[in-house]
């Protein structure tokens, strides 16, 4: 099995964040690289409808925070898919 692509990342407070999968797909996946350890965190879903979905492994987050990082990570998304 290929292992997914690596869209880009983002910084959200501390964490550095990578999101990965295809950019014509309908999911990325996120996983923290900074701080030690790497550390899977979710996924978004339905990215190409009206109402994509994130999905955290753990809900430590609140709902400020899962909100900026579901609108940074469509936007990763969204610059993979133009810019191929």
Not at 21 to 49: F, K, Y
Request: contains cysteine.
């Amino acid at each position: 099995m290929n292992e997914p692509k690596i869209l880009g990342q983002f910084q959200l407070e501390h964490r550095t964040i990578q999101v990965s999968g295809d950019a014509g797909g309908g999911t990325v996946w996120l996983q923290r690289v900074h701080p030690d350890p790497p550390m899977a965190l979710g996924c978004v879903v339905e990215l190409g409808s009206p109402t994509p979905r994130l999905r955290l492994y753990r809900a430590e987050w609140s709902d400020t925070i899962r909100d900026e990082a579901k609108e940074r990570t469509i936007a990763v998304w969204k610059t993979a898919r133009t810019t191929g």
